[in-house]
């Protein structure tokens, strides 16, 4: 098994520094408009529109389908076909700026690194923050960051 998950790595590091326009959705590996059926396709089975989202920085691409949350799986058991295989973000949106959710990592590891979403909408109180701003390890960004022992919630209030 190991093996296999090197192979995969490799091709994705290779996809990552040759990009070409994804064929087919990495999430439901369902084929995009305009992509013609593959050989071992069955007759009639419908593609999946247009490339919804794509990560500049792994090249993973979704259909918009795959970005419902009712589709996602448990992670780590089966890939999120809404998260691209960014270990610090989701098609360039950092995780540090967003509460704590299951859905976070690349996949394979979840994200539990820090974390500084607006105090409002973060789903926590203040006593949940840390009392002096810092630099996020993340981003860079100086500000109150989540205390330690809510970085591994589920979801805001969730351990």
Not at 47 to 52: E, I, M, T
Not at 64 to 83: A, K, M, S, W
Request: net charge negative; with cysteine.
């Amino acid at each position: 098994m190991d093996t296999i998950n090197k192979m995969e790595e490799l091709a994705w590091e290779e996809r990552r520094r040759n990009p070409i326009p994804a064929p087919k959705c990495d999430g439901c590996f369902s084929r995009f408009r305009g992509t013609p059926p593959d050989e071992d396709e069955e007759d009639g089975a419908e593609d999946v529109g247009d490339a919804f989202k794509r990560c500049t920085t792994c090249d993973y691409t979704i259909c918009e389908n795959c970005t419902h949350l009712d589709i996602q799986g448990v992670p780590y058991f089966d890939r999120p076909p809404g998260t691209c295989r960014c270990l610090k973000s989701n098609f360039g949106v950092s995780y540090c700026l967003s509460s704590p959710c299951y859905l976070d990592g690349d996949g394979n590891k979840p994200y539990h690194g820090d974390r500084h979403p607006k105090v409002a909408s973060s789903g926590y109180g203040e006593d949940a923050f840390e009392v002096k701003e810092r630099q996020c390890r993340t981003c860079g960004v100086v500000a109150r960051c989540l205390k330690k022992e809510h970085l591994k919630d589920a979801l805001p209030g969730i351990n």
